[in-house]
């Protein structure tokens, strides 16, 4: 069974390990847009998931849909950046991958809830 804690653990990691280094690299203009964009919805999907973890049954699904919500808005915004060549492809891929690993987490999640 997939642990509720390393929902928040993946987050933490993806925070840390991706996106600050990547969000050295945009442009001095994006620094307080979408590199604040991104930092955000990251902060709220770790929020969302301690929440899931302390709410009752009848409300963790609620939790998980915004967690699922907040996966595919970095997905939107990381292609944003790709797109305006903030970040490379690969960096891009790397990022897709690690937002898709915590979307399985959060699916397997749903199913069981």
């Known amino acids: ?3 509720p804690l390393s929902l928040q653990k ?8 991706i996106i600050y280094p990547m969000l050295v690299h945009f442009p001095k203009a994006e620094k307080f ?8 919805s990251c902060y709220r999907m ?8 302390t709410a009752l049954k009848r409300d963790k699904l609620y939790y998980l849909k ?10 939107v915004l990381t ?8 970040i490379t492809q690969k960096k891009a891929e790397q990022l897709q991958d690690s937002i898709a690993e915590i979307g399985r987490i959060t ?3 749903m199913k069981t809830a």
Do not use: P, W
Not at 33 to 40: F, L, P, T
């Open 1 to 3: 069974m997939i642990e």
């Open 10 to 17: 993946k987050g933490e990691v993806l925070l840390n390990t």
């Open 33 to 40: 847009a979408i590199c604040q964009e991104i930092k955000q």
């Open 46 to 53: 770790i929020r969302e998931s301690i929440q899931y973890q």
């Open 66 to 75: 915004q967690i699922d919500a907040e996966l595919k808005y970095l997905l």
């Open 79 to 86: 292609s944003v950046s790709r797109d305006q060549k903030y």
């Open 107 to 109: 699916g397997g999640l």
